[in-house]
C-alpha cells in the first residue's frame, strides 16, 4: 500500500488530511502532493503548500499558467471560486476519495508546454 509522505518532515500524513480544493479526505493510500500557493518559481518557495489529490493539483496546472497561479489564485479561496475548477469540483466530489485520472492541458491556457510530450 503506497502511503503519502508529508514533503517537508519526510513522516507520513494523518488519515484525515483533507484536499484544500475539493474538500475530499485524502485517504494515506492515495496520489497526493503539495500544492505551492505562489508558485516557487514566483517566490513561493517556502510559502504554504497544503495537500491535494494528485489530480486536483494536476487540473490546477491544466488550467493555470504559473503567473496566474502568482497573480490571481495564490489562495484556495479563489481557485474554488473560478467557474472551470468549480466544474471540476462538482465532478470530481462524485468520486471514490483515492479516485485518480490523467489530466489534460487546458486549450486556452498560455504559456510553453512542459513535461513529458511537450
Avoid at 507520513?12 to 474538500?23: D, E, F, I, N, Q
Avoid at 502532493?33 to 494528485?54: C, E, F, I, T
Avoid at 491544466?62 to 479561496?77: G, H, M, N, T, W
Wanted: contains cysteine; positive net charge; proline residues 8%.
Amino acid at each position: 500500500m503506497k502511503r503519502v509522505i508529508d514533503d517537508r518532515t519526510g513522516s507520513a500524513l494523518p488519515a484525515s488530511t483533507v484536499c484544500v480544493l475539493c474538500g475530499r479526505i485524502i485517504p494515506q493510500h492515495a496520489r497526493a502532493s503539495r500544492h505551492h500557493l505562489v508558485p516557487k518559481l514566483r517566490g513561493g518557495a517556502r510559502g504554504d503548500a497544503p495537500m491535494l489529490h494528485q489530480v486536483c493539483h494536476a487540473a490546477i496546472h491544466a488550467r493555470f499558467s504559473e503567473a496566474e497561479l502568482a497573480r490571481y489564485f495564490s489562495d484556495p479561496v479563489a481557485l474554488r471560486d473560478d467557474p472551470d475548477l468549480r466544474r471540476f469540483i462538482a465532478w470530481v466530489s462524485r468520486k471514490p476519495d483515492d479516485f485518480h485520472a490523467p489530466t489534460r492541458r487546458s486549450r486556452h491556457k498560455k504559456g510553453p508546454h512542459r513535461g513529458r510530450g511537450a
